[in-house]
């Protein structure tokens, strides 16, 4: 389940350095975007094969003093509402100050774990001054030292082993798994209104967190599958709603507890960067993709307009844009159970498992016709492939020259796959491997 660690802290004291730590080895999902001074604000990272998510908190520039505080009180805010740990940074060069004790005396009132990290210990030097923090009164802190990286496996130790263990059982376990995603006012609620109207919510616990999340059943024309919504999508948080950051923030634990994310984009506005941070999500999760473009009934339609505006969102999402795009209303219904048939065919497609003969079959001929090119006078021999029994769909190729082949013929299997087997919406992954 999705665990999330929020790094808390006034600015400069070093959170977007440990954050960049945690996430080396993974990329963060957010990537640069227009618009947005600091724009790498959460990711996956792993420790001891533990997953999970750890999010910049400080992702936002807090800009002038006067704001300062405010901006500061919503970091924690989110911090306490949506992760499961919270890692509380203080800078030793700097020492105890008041805002410091500020920040603590809020987060002592969460009862989430708080890990207290002294920062820029670099040597031992530091060690001395860092013992100032106990006046937190605290009987434990953690030194670190984010630009080298000392000490972070003491803390990641501590903070994996404290996540909670739990025995949650899901009430509706097997059914597909839904979330209706997008930024605010594109028409979300509008949407969930369309499809249910009756509401049949049960409120659940999401595995490992004390938040609770709507579980929605939906049982009709056919097809039966829960709606998945985090409590603060519907209700409007503390947090100002407005802010795109914190809304992406919220759809996080829906994303990863979902099979199928549908992402809402406003037909009058475009496809943004904040669409394309949802985007990114979802297929860094590994979720099934289906973009609707709400609000059609406002557009001003001449022949080729859906055309152009599919290819200008296919164009802007780049290398993976096998997606489907459907042009709907949430206010006059139009397309709505299309958008549904849609989505269920893309949660079949993402848990379909292509048998190892036929795929060696439909795969090898391909393979022998256009063979990875050779390297250093070295051929590359495909030899055999099989799917992984992987929530989505992943293949692995086994070669004698693994490291010989290149993203592009990556790429070209990708599509070849997609091509023969069908994947419309579902991110693949393609391994090659010694045999
Ligand atoms: P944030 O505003 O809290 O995200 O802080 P940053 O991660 O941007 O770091 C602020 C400054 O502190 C940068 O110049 C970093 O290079 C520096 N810094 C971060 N961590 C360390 C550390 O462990 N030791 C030292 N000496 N400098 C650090
Ligand atoms: P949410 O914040 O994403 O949940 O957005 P809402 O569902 O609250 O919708 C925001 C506004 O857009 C409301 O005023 C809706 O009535 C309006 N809206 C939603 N869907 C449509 C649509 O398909 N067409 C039009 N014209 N307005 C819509």
Redesign the pocket.
Known sequence: MSNIVAIV????????????RLLERREAIVDSTAGVT?DRHYGKSDWNGVDFTVI?T?GYDVGTDDIFEQEIRKQVQLAVDEATSIIF?V?V?EGLTDTDQEIFELLRKSNKPVYLVV????SSKEELPATEFYQLGVEKYFT?????GSGTGELLDQVVSDFPTTDYKDPFEGLPKITIAGRPNVGKSTLTNALLDVERNIVTDIAGTTRDSIQTLYNKFGHEFVLVDTAGMRRKSKVNEDLEFYSVMRSIRSIEYSDVVIIMVDATLGWESQDMNIFGLAQKNRKGIVILVNKWDLVEKETNTMRDFEAAIKHKIGQFNDVPILFVSALTKQRILKAVEVAMQVYEDRKKKIKTSKLNEVMLPIFEGTPPPAIKGKYIKIKYCVQLPTPSPQFVFFCNLPQYVKEPYKRFTENQLRKEFGFTGVPIEVYFRQK
Do not use: H, I, Q, Y
Request: charged share 25%.
């Open positions: 802290g006034r600015p400069n004291v070093g959170k977007s350095t440990l954050f960049n600091r910049d400080g940074m800078n060069e920062n820029k210990v670099d670190l030292s984010s630009a080298t």
